[in-house]
């Protein structure tokens, strides 16, 4: 699945074979935006990537789109494999076992338009270093029209395993990791599966952060970012939106999403550093005690979000009991704030 850049590896580079890219999109009824994304891949600036798509069953002219894009591409450039048809998440888990190792690998979302240099910002990035690698970067949000509305936040805070414990903000939909980060996440896939994670991207940022591995978040953004009335997650950036999300904490639901993260973390074969490992094992009694105790457990790891607001609300879950694991029916959401 290797392309022919025509450009010669910079001398700083450490990428494992090349600086292929193996793109990863998740595709469910996708007609009424897929064209649009398709095209804007075969615009980056860096021409060294192939194509997975996992499609979970659409009815309409899905499948149909992304033959008509294959044959516009040099042979084996794309290929569409079946997918589970369990969720987004699970999905883009399966991608990940497809993936081909060696490789950096990017998730793709069907409804977003990808900037010309999306891939090269990224890989400027990721070649930097042999050890696991993991960029993401800031959105352009749009209508369904892809009329720009506004900026996503900039997160300022450190990136580290302490804030993705608690939260997901490096986006699947920017995501970018090198092969050493790569397999890292195939090695995981499985047991995140078992679990049914419902986040594929939070997952993915505790996995690469607890291994230690080299986190950006860049300010430059990297895609149009379409809100429908389909997307999987909403804006994070209105008043509504941050106050839904601080509602999601006390509901329940997050304290199951916690709980199923957690274990899918201590199932997997990943070389966490020992500070991240005893974090991770200390995180288990955040699950469990007693609302203060919980809270008083939270100020002791040193657990932050990247709001002073966020982290508030957090303790304020905590002490009310709502970060225990509940009964609350799946659901194909994460906090994102």
């Known amino acids: 699945m290797r392309g022919n850049t025509g450009i010669p590896t910079p001398n700083r580079a450490v990428m494992s074979r090349s600086e292929h890219v193996t793109l990863l999109l998740a595709s469910y009824q996708g007609e009424a935006y897929l064209k649009q994304q398709l095209t804007s891949l075969a615009a980056q600036s860096h021409p060294d990537w192939s194509l997975i798509v996992g499609d979970d069953g659409s009815r309409d002219r899905t499948a149909a789109i992304v033959q008509e894009f294959a044959a516009t591409q040099p042979a084996g450039r794309v290929t569409m494999i079946k997918g589970p048809q369990a969720g987004a998440t699970q999905n883009f888990l399966n991608l990940l076992e497809a993936a081909p190792s060696g490789t950096a690998i990017a998730f793709c979302d069907q409804d977003d338009v990808w900037l010309p240099h999306k891939l090269e910002h990224a890989l400027e990035f990721l070649r930097k270093t042999e050890r696991p690698a993991h960029y993401a970067a800031r959105t352009i949000i749009c209508d369904s029209n892809m009329t720009p509305l506004t900026h996503s936040r900039r997160f300022t805070r450190p990136l580290g395993f302490r804030n993705a414990s608690v939260q997901a903000c490096m986006a699947g939909n920017t995501s970018v990791f090198n092969p050493a980060a790569a397999e890292l996440l195939k090695a995981a896939a499985p047991a995140a599966r078992a679990m049914r994670i419902l986040s594929h991207d939070w997952w993915a940022y505790q996995i690469t952060s607890g291994a230690g591995a080299a986190l950006y978040h860049d300010p430059r953004p990297a895609l149009y970012y379409r809100q429908h009335g389909r997307s999987e997650v909403g804006r994070n950036d209105t008043l509504r939106a941050m106050a839904a999300r601080a509602v999601?904490?006390?509901?329940?639901?997050?304290?199951e999403w916690l709980a199923r993260n957690h274990q899918a973390l201590r199932d997997a074969p990943i070389p966490f550093t020992s500070e991240n490992r005893h974090l991770l094992d200390r995180f288990e009694?955040?699950?469990?005690?007693?609302?203060?105790?919980?809270?008083?457990q939270i100020g002791r790891l040193g657990l932050y979000r990247q709001t002073r607001a966020g982290t508030v609300a957090l303790i304020g879950a905590a002490l009310a009991g709502r970060l225990r694991a509940g009964s609350s029916e799946d659901h194909e959401k994460h906090c994102h704030d």
């Open 285 to 296: 009694d955040v699950l469990i005690m007693p609302g203060p105790k919980a809270a008083r």
């Open 248 to 255: 999601t904490l006390f509901a329940g639901d997050f304290g």
